[in-house]
């Protein structure tokens, strides 16, 4: 069946720019994750949603990061003004309970 | 969420048994012990958790030592597609907070 998709797959961004990236996760699935994974090192968790509702958002790194998913079911994370420490794959994962996350392939921003 | 220590990497030859070492010894009660895996340019994919028993499915084992300290997750027969990077993850809440985990290379 179809899994998470997230597009675009690789952006590369000018440092300043504004970038939105989009996690279609699997359907029916409650939960969404997004999270961040710099070259090298584990994914570091960013926020989660419940449906419409963003029940964390500990892990955005500063308020340039937002995210949302208006509908319950697809959603978007927005970078303003990109620096070049957001370069990194950005990962969104969608979970139906508790017991298993499915990841999407990720996409891989990049600012010069 | 409780800390996870690894092995940085280790190496398994194709067909034998790969078994990876994980430390959580603060874990809490309430916390899973999950294991996902992370193969080049891919998002990390679910293999197995459990709390205090031993766990078995398709893809692997899990055995929990009884005062639930450490686990080892175990690939029975490896292949070289199980060649990536193995995260250990103690999990009380939604989120799944990752080490830099094991990687893995299993050779010819």
């Known amino acids: 069946g179809a899994g998470v998709s997230q597009s675009p797959r690789y952006k590369v961004a000018k440092r300043g720019q504004d970038v939105a990236l989009r996690c279609d996760p699997i359907?029916?699935?409650?939960?969404l994750f997004w999270y961040q994974q710099a070259l090298g090192q584990g994914p570091e968790f960013l926020t989660y949603?419940?449906?419409?509702?963003?029940?964390?958002k500990s892990g955005l790194p500063s308020d340039r990061f937002f995210a949302e998913r208006p509908e319950g079911s697809v959603s978007t994370l927005k970078i303003q003004r990109t620096q070049q420490e957001d370069s990194a794959v950005y990962l969104c994962?969608?979970?139906?309970?508790?017991?298993?996350?499915?990841f999407g392939p990720g996409t891989r921003l990049t600012v010069t | 969420d409780a800390k996870t220590t690894q092995p940085t990497s280790m190496d398994c030859a194709e067909g034998r048994a790969a078994n990876l070492p994980c430390n959580h010894s603060t874990i809490s009660g309430n916390e899973y012990v999950y294991w996902y895996r992370q193969i080049h340019s891919q998002g990390p994919q679910y293999i197995i958790h459990g709390l205090k028993n031993n766990e078995t499915n398709e893809m692997a084992s899990l055995i929990i030592t009884e005062d639930r300290k450490s686990s080892t997750l175990i690939l029975p027969h490896a292949t070289l597609r199980d060649t990536a990077v193995y995260y250990c993850i103690v999990r009380a809440d939604d989120k799944l907070i990752f080490g830099t985990g094991t990687r893995l290379q299993v050779f010819p």
């Open positions: 949603f419940q449906n419409e509702a963003q029940l964390d």
């Open positions: 359907s029916g699935h409650v939960s």
């Open positions: 994962a969608s979970s139906f309970n508790r017991d298993k996350q499915y």
